[in-house]
């Protein structure tokens, strides 16, 4: 879809530390309106950190933040009324229903309860309405929160691990629930330690390590950034088969398909998890 030229939200060169300990550095990047923008890195690389100074749960040392176009300091009420917000503070109330909490959200935001019953049926807690939040499982947790954020319809979307504790089902309704919201326009910063997740909704990723920004892009050219000068072929007599990209190898590779031999055939570019281990060296 088409995005337009002004960023929804920036950092140009921001830094922050927590005592003597720098947990930020230099952050640079920019988020474009209907992109899903991706922010990998491991346990404690300082994602959480970004979404709460972009939101102003913390305050900067040294940089620049910009949020609808102005700076982070002029953001009104009304800027922060077209976001949503999921993070490990969302807050539900334990001795409420899943569908109190949501119609409570609803008043807050100024909306009614229209939409309530269809984004219940969408999350799978229709049956589950009723129950209080304090006996509800992590996984319902988890996706009550996430309709709370999204109650009042937000131009601006902040998710911070949104699938964390969620099953293979789960997942795959948050990941069909983002496409849709990206598809009208809405904009997404995803915080997540899931390359795969990055990786499926994503339009452009930064990967974050130790504060720093290592390597930002679309997956797919930060994947052929690393790809390896090798193809592997499958083939009916004689095994598995692997060669060069290059012309070298070409005849090889033309006598193999002559012969009816080749079943499968896929060059070795590294999936988002194994580039992020090549650009940090650990684990996440």
């Known amino acids: 879809m088409m995005m337009s030229d002004s960023p929804v939200l920036s950092m140009e060169g921001v ?35 970004t979404i709460k100074l972009l939101t102003r749960q913390l305050k900067k040392d040294a940089g620049r933040i910009a949020l609808f176009g102005r700076p982070i300091e002029n953001a009104s009420d009304a800027d922060y009324e077209r976001i949503g917000i999921l993070s490990d503070t969302s807050a539900l109330y334990e001795r409420m229903s899943i569908e109190d909490n949501l119609k409570l959200y609803a008043k807050i935001r100024g909306r009614g309860e229209g939409d309530i ?30 309709l709370a954020a999204l109650i009042h319809s937000p131009e601006l979307l902040f998710l911070d691990e949104p699938t964390s504790g969620l099953d293979p089902a789960a997942r795959a309704e ?18 997540t330690h899931d390359m795969a997740e990055a990786d499926a909704v994503c339009d452009r990723i930064a990967i974050l390590d130790e504060g720093r920004i290592v390597a930002e892009g679309v997956p797919a050219s930060l994947k052929l950034r690393f790809a390896r000068n090798r193809v592997v072929m499958a083939t009916r007599t004689r095994g598995m088969v692997t060669t060069t990209k290059d012309a070298a190898a070409a005849d090889e590779v033309r006598e193999l398909f002559a012969s009816g031999e080749v079943l499968s055939i896929h060059s070795d570019e590294p999936n988002l998890e194994e580039v992020f281990l090549e650009l940090t060296g650990r684990e996440f």
């Open 15 to 49: 830094c922050l530390s927590f005592g003597a300990k720098r947990v930020l550095e230099g952050l640079t990047f920019s988020v474009a309106r209907g992109e899903c923008f991706g922010f990998l890195g491991s346990s404690g690389a300082g994602k959480t950190t």
């Open 174 to 191: 948050v990941h069909r629930m983002l496409a849709e919201l990206k598809a009208a326009g809405t904009t997404v910063f995803l915080t």
């Open 117 to 146: 019953g269809r984004l219940l049926e969408r999350m799978n807690l229709s049956d589950d309405r009723k129950t209080l939040v304090k006996n509800c499982s992590k996984g319902m947790r988890q996706r009550a929160a996430l």
